[in-house]
């Protein structure tokens, strides 16, 4: 919607009014209902101060929290689409509907804007480029594909099971690291209310001894000092640096490389990220090739649901390979992202004619590599949570107990 200021002539007096509409014809269709006179020019101008107040406040909003839509009314609507559009129903008609029909706010706009840029010329994966963070460039690339194949209800019906299993997935991650993520908050808390009540009133004690403090004590005096005296500064630096961190892996190019190259040599985490974006690259370029998309083509629609960038820079190197003549065997093998038996699964389709289903078994590959992680990542954590809460436990009862030693020593003697 764009503002536009009216200028009309009513009692021998020129008045101005503002209109918000979609574009001049009808702002000043509505000037001519909404006053009497004579419309002397019609002229697009900036929003009032309070609404350019709102904008901001809503990007700067989105910029933090990156808010998406809830994914099971994303799916509930994407089925409704793959129905309505399965029936003989025109795309159109059906967001229309669809942007009726549904409660969340968010996806009420985005199918309601969706409704508007179809009206206006513009293709449907044009309009949802413009809510990328919100629908997810799975979503993109599906009706994209649905798009360029023809057969949009088949597209949607497999975008809405694709979605259905990362809901189920990110549900299953959430509750095996529900446990982990509570001790870990505890064990932070009870070490905190002890550095800042117990401790102090050993460090009178330890200061009347006069004697060198063993290297625990230091440490956990040293701790104590900084919580004691520059908690709240540090807290502050902490959040800082997350959000000065979220802002840079969202607008600098470099430092996101950098990042995403480091998240993927993490414990643990690495892998997730790394059979994740596989399992959901593969998925869709079988699709598109069993759509009979050009492998050149499919890759390029393919690589719209990699987020992380050095994973996006070695697959996207297979398109260039691709369009010098080399295989795509080939051109996958020297990612090194694929082991051999997936190589050879490939290369067996590539001359069998069967490629998008070997690639179907190289995604189940993927798939199950990363639902293992997922299911098992209670064991993979313990590990670490263990020898975070020994080396905690260890360094207060060093820290506390062993100037008292050299005391009752000292005592004894």
């Known amino acids: 919607m764009k503002y536009f200021e009216v200028e009309y002539l009513f009692k021998g007096q020129k008045n101005r009014k503002l209109f918000k509409a979609q574009n001049r014809n009808d702002a000043l269709t509505m000037a001519k209902i909404k ?12 929003p009032p101060v309070e609404e350019q107040f709102h904008v901001y406040k809503e990007r700067i909003l989105n910029a933090i929290t990156k808010q998406g839509i809830h994914t099971p009314n994303l799916i509930a609507a994407i089925r409704q689409l793959s129905v309505m559009t399965n029936a003989g129903i025109s795309i159109h008609d059906s967001i229309k509907e669809v942007a009726k029909a549904s409660e969340d706010k968010r996806l009420k706009a985005i199918f309601a804007q969706a409704d508007d840029d179809l009206n206006s010329g513009l293709s449907l994966t044009e309009s949802f480029v413009s809510f990328k963070h919100q629908l997810g460039d799975v979503t993109l690339a599906m009706v994209e594909l649905g798009e360029s194949t023809g057969n949009m209800s088949e597209s949607l019906e497999k975008l809405a099971e694709i979605l259905d299993e990362i809901w189920e997935n990110q549900q299953k991650f959430k509750k095996a690291i529900r446990y982990p993520i509570t001790v870990l908050v505890a064990i932070c808390v009870a070490f905190t209310i002890l550095m800042v009540y117990v401790v102090p009133k050993f460090k009178d004690i330890f200061e009347k001894l ?58 643990l985490v690495g892998n997730i990220v790394f059979y994740s974006t596989m399992s959901r690259f593969n998925l869709v370029f079988t699709e598109l090739i069993r759509a009979g998309i050009p492998i050149a083509d499919a890759l390029d629609t393919a690589l719209l649901t990699i987020g992380n960038t050095h994973l996006k820079k070695q697959l996207g190197g297979v398109k260039v390979s691709v369009q010098r003549g080399i295989s795509l065997t080939k051109s996958f093998q020297e990612t090194t992202l694929y082991e051999g038996m997936l190589i050879q699964m490939i290369s067996a389709g590539e001359q069998s004619g069967t490629l998008d289903t070997m690639l179907e078994k190289v995604t189940d590959y993927f798939k199950s590599k990363f639902n293992n992680i997922i299911d098992n990542i209670a064991s993979y954590i313990e590990p670490i949570l263990i020898g975070f809460i ?15 030693w050299d005391m009752a020593q000292a005592v004894k003697n």
């Open 35 to 46: 006053n009497p006179g004579i419309i002397i020019k019609v002229i697009e101008t900036s």
């Open 210 to 267: 006069n004697s060198e403090l063993p290297l625990p004590t230091k440490i956990l005096l040293g701790m104590e000092h900084a919580i004691s005296n520059y908690g709240f500064y540090i807290l502050a630096g902490l959040v800082s640096g997350i959000v000065f961190s979220k802002y840079m892996y969202e607008n600098n190019n470099d430092f996101k490389a950098s990042f995403d190259k480091y998240i993927l040599k993490v414990y």
């Open 390 to 404: 020994a080396g905690i436990v260890l360094l207060l009862a060093l820290g506390i107990f062993m100037p008292m």
